[in-house]
C-alpha cells in the first residue's frame, strides 16, 4: 500500500503536470494574435513555432543529465517558473526579437519540465507498485482543455496578450511552487546500486543501451507526427476538405482533445487488466482507423468521428513509453524517460513537415495518410511496451 509520502508526491506532482498543461495552452492558443500583433507571414510563424520543438529536444537531453545527478525535482523547480515567466515575456514582447528569445526559454523550458514531470511519475508508479501514469497526463488534458476555456474568456473580456498570460502564469507558477518541496527528493528516485542489480542487470560498459528503449522512441516519434498533424492541420483539413463553417472548423481538434483526456482519465485501469502492451496494440489499430476515416471521410460529422477515434488510440502512447522507460531504468536515473522524451519533439516536427509538405503537393485529406502509416507501425512496436517482470513493490517511504 502506497505511504502518506507517496500519496504527497503523488498529489505534488498532479500539480506539476496540471500547470505545464495549462502552460502550454496558454501560449499554443494565442499562436494567431502573436502572428497578428508583430506582423508575421506564415513561413515566418512556421520558423517561429519550430524554435520550440527544437530547443525542447536539447532542454530534455539537458533535463536528463541534470537528473541524474541531482534528481528531476531541482528540474522542476528551476524550470516549471521559468517557463511561466517565458510566456509572459512573449505576451510582453515588443518586436520579433524578444520574441524569439522569449520561445528559446520556453522551448528549453519545456523540454526540461516535459522530461522532469515524467520522470516523477515514472519514480511515483515504482512506489505505488502498479500502472498509475496515464492518469497524470489526463490531468495535463484537462488542465489544456482550462487553458483554452481561459484564452477563450480573456478575449472576449477584451484583455491583452500580456494581461491573458500574466493571470494564468501568475497562478501556474504558485501552484508549481508550492508543490515543488513534495516531490520526490533524490534519496527517493534514485535506487540504491545494489537494489537496481537485483531487478535487472546493470547495462554492459556502464552506459545506457538505446537498443531496449528503441521502440519506445520511435513509437512516441510515431504518436506525435499524428498529434501535430491534427494539432497543426486539424482545423485546416475541415476548412478546406469539408468547407466546414465557423462553428464546425474548431470541431475536429476539440474532438480529438475530448477524447484523449477520456481515455486517459480511465487509463490506468486498463492498463492494470490487459497490460501496456495489449494497450499500446489496440492503441495504434485504432489510431490507423481514425487516420484512415479521416482520409476517406464523405462529410463533415464523420470526419469529426475520425478526429475523435484518432485521440482514442493516440492517448495511451505517450504514458505508456513512459512507463516503459523507467522500467527499464531500474536505477532511477531518468535517462531513458529523457532520451524517450527526446522523440516528442522530433515527431512533432517531422509532423508539421511531412503533413505540411504532402498537402502543398496533393490536399490535406491525401496529407493525412502519412500518419496513418506510422500509427499502424505502432502496432509492431508494441511488444516493446511488455515489462519483463511486474512492478516491483513499493519500498518503504522516508519521512
Not at 135 to 143: C, D, I, R, V
Not at 227 to 233: C, E, R, T, V
Request: charged share 10%.
Amino acid at each position: 500500500m502506497p505511504t502518506p509520502r507517496d500519496r504527497r508526491a503523488r498529489l505534488a506532482a498532479f500539480a506539476v503536470f496540471f500547470v505545464q498543461g495549462l502552460t502550454f495552452a496558454t501560449l499554443l492558443t494565442q499562436v494567431a494574435a502573436l502572428q497578428k500583433k508583430h506582423g508575421l507571414s506564415d513561413g515566418e510563424l512556421s520558423i517561429l513555432l519550430l524554435v520550440v520543438p527544437v530547443i525542447a529536444g536539447a532542454g530534455s537531453v539537458l533535463a536528463g543529465e541534470i537528473a541524474k545527478r541531482y534528481g528531476s525535482r531541482v528540474v522542476l523547480r528551476v524550470a516549471q517558473p521559468l517557463a511561466g515567466l517565458a510566456v509572459v515575456l512573449a505576451g510582453l514582447a515588443a518586436g520579433v526579437p524578444e520574441l524569439v528569445a522569449a520561445n528559446v526559454l520556453f522551448g528549453l523550458c519545456l523540454g526540461a519540465v516535459d522530461a522532469g514531470m515524467n520522470m516523477q511519475a515514472v519514480t511515483i508508479e515504482r512506489r505505488y507498485g502498479r500502472a498509475i501514469l496515464t492518469g497524470f497526463h489526463a490531468l495535463w488534458s484537462a488542465a489544456a482543455v482550462v487553458g483554452a476555456v481561459w484564452a477563450s474568456a480573456a478575449g472576449g473580456m477584451g484583455l491583452g496578450l500580456p494581461a491573458t498570460f500574466a493571470v494564468a502564469m501568475i497562478a501556474g507558477v504558485a501552484i508549481a511552487v508550492l508543490a515543488g518541496p513534495a516531490l520526490c527528493a533524490p534519496e527517493e528516485e534514485h535506487v540504491r546500486p545494489a537494489e537496481a542489480e537485483s531487478r535487472t542487470p546493470a547495462p554492459a560498459g556502464g552506459g545506457f543501451p538505446w537498443r531496449p528503449i528503441l521502440p519506445l522512441c520511435l513509437a512516441m516519434a510515431f504518436l506525435y507526427v499524428g498529434d501535430a498533424s491534427i494539432s497543426n492541420f486539424g482545423s485546416v483539413y475541415m476548412d478546406k476538405i469539408m468547407h466546414g463553417s465557423a462553428a464546425v472548423v474548431p470541431l475536429a481538434l476539440g474532438a480529438y482533445q475530448a477524447t484523449t483526456f477520456v481515455v486517459r482519465a480511465g487509463g490506468d485501469l486498463a492498463v492494470r487488466r490487459y497490460g501496456p502492451a495489449a494497450i499500446v496494440r489496440v492503441g495504434g489499430a485504432l489510431a490507423a482507423l481514425g487516420f484512415a476515416g479521416i482520409v476517406a471521410a464523405p462529410n463533415e460529422p464523420l470526419a469529426i468521428v475520425a478526429f475523435g477515434v484518432t485521440g482514442v488510440g493516440l492517448s495511451v502512447v505517450a504514458p505508456q513509453s513512459f512507463s516503459a522507460a523507467g522500467r527499464l531504468d531500474p536505477a532511477g536515473t531518468g535517462v531513458a524517460i529523457a532520451r524517450v522524451n527526446m522523440f516528442n519533439y522530433v515527431g512533432f516536427i517531422v509532423g508539421a513537415a511531412l503533413v505540411g509538405g504532402i498537402a502543398d503537393a496533393a490536399n490535406y485529406q491525401v496529407a493525412f495518410a502519412a500518419p496513418l502509416v506510422l500509427a499502424a507501425a505502432i502496432i509492431l512496436l508494441a511488444r516493446g511496451f511488455q515489462p519483463s517482470r511486474s512492478l516491483p513493490a513499493p519500498r518503504p517511504s522516508e519521512a
